[in-house]
T-cell receptor, first 111, second 114 residues
């Protein structure tokens, strides 16, 4: 089983649509959770951290279910500029502090 | 806004040659990382570095790889004898510390091994 698993997509949605991405992780020792965004051939950039209580940042809402080892990201009112690959990322909070990445979900927002 | 920088942006080398990829982490950061991303694949952890020593390394980071912080600002990744399968984008990252803190990534070095 992959450590962090995501549907690769692509998700093709019209502007203004609401789209949801899901992610599962296999290591129950994981402590910190993130969504990163990666544009084509660019570096990953943090979109938002994910907390057990759920958190919202503008049009973006992230949820974490530790019991099911499941993370989600909801994007409301999609913009053309949201087109990118969204990476689900976990951190075991061990000495090395390494990030484990999912393969990413590609989103394409069309006019 | 402070950022992680990497040089060169693109490196082309012959198989068997040594390459050194350079990174300048954000100045007040304490933890440094190298990740790689083979074209079309996921980002993979290579190594983490703290207090002038390796904290953790992955199976990818074998004896051909080494890291160094030669001075107060640079952080380097050396590949001693490159293989075709080392062709990838190599990202340097840094953070202030705890796992919940954001790791900031540099723009990457695209390594092409011929």
């Amino acid at each position: 089983r992959k450590e962090v698993e995501q549907d690769p997509g692509p998700f093709n949605v019209p502007e203004g649509a609401t789209v949801a991405f899901n992610c599962t992780y296999s290591n129950s020792a994981s402590q910190s959770f993130f969504w990163y965004r990666q544009d084509c051939r660019k570096e990953p950039k943090l979109l938002m951290s994910v907390y057990s209580s759920g958190n919202e940042d503008g049009r973006f809402t992230a949820q974490l279910n530790r019991a099911s080892q499941y993370i989600s990201l909801l994007i409301r009112d999609s913009k053309l500029s949201d087109s990118a690959t969204y990476l689900c990322v976990v951190n075991k909070d061990n000495a090395g502090n390494m990030l484990t990445f999912g393969g990413g979900t590609r989103l394409m927002v069309k006019p | 806004e402070p950022e992680v920088t990497q040089t060169p942006s693109h490196q082309v080398t012959q198989m068997g040659q040594e390459v050194i990829l350079r990174c300048v982490p954000i100045s007040n950061h304490l933890y440094f990382y190298w990740y790689r991303q083979i074209l079309g694949q996921k980002v993979e952890f290579l190594v983490s570095f703290y207090n002038n020593e390796i904290s953790e390394k992955s199976e990818i980071f074998d004896d051909q790889f080494s890291v160094e912080r030669p001075d107060g600002s640079n952080f380097t990744l050396k590949i001693r004898s490159t293989k075709l399968e080392d062709s990838a984008m190599y990202f340097c990252a840094s953070t202030t510390g705890r796992s919940y803190n954001e790791q900031f990534f540099g723009p990457g070095t695209r390594l092409t091994v011929l």
